[in-house]
């Protein structure tokens, strides 16, 4: 699968059509085998007990793999979303950014699947793992 959007135009490209989201994400690397990124974990993704909550570990999977598809396939802002599937396996480092690293399992004109392993930085285990489907619309 070749690259078709880097990750300067991917960033200002999320900054266009998410702009509630603005800042909160940061694509660290876009190549031919995965997506990294990063969720700038601050006091808002905090859940009691310092730890990064679900909701924001779901957010930062759920970008990710709309990243990795829309590298592959082009600006495509009505892709949504079809399933996730997300497993939490260890509580995340405090004080700490998060990263997800996505792989494309599938891409086919209507579907993409992805893999997304979401870790604290700094760590080599896995903190939660996740699978996404996203639709593409149809080319008009």
Known sequence: MSIVIGAEEMAHYLDEVFPQVRGMFRIDE?????????????????????TVSGPAMFSLADVAAYVATMSRIGKQALAVTTHCSIDF??????????????RI????????VTDVLLYSDGTSAPVAHASLTYSIPPAR
């Open 30 to 50: 876009i190549s031919e085998t995965r997506v990294v990124m990063r969720l700038v974990a601050d006091e808002r993704h905090l859940r009691p007990g310092g």
């Open 89 to 102: 396996m260890r509580k995340p480092v405090s004080g700490v950014d998060l990263l997800a690293e996505a």
């Open 105 to 112: 399992l599938k891409l086919g004109r209507s579907l993409s």
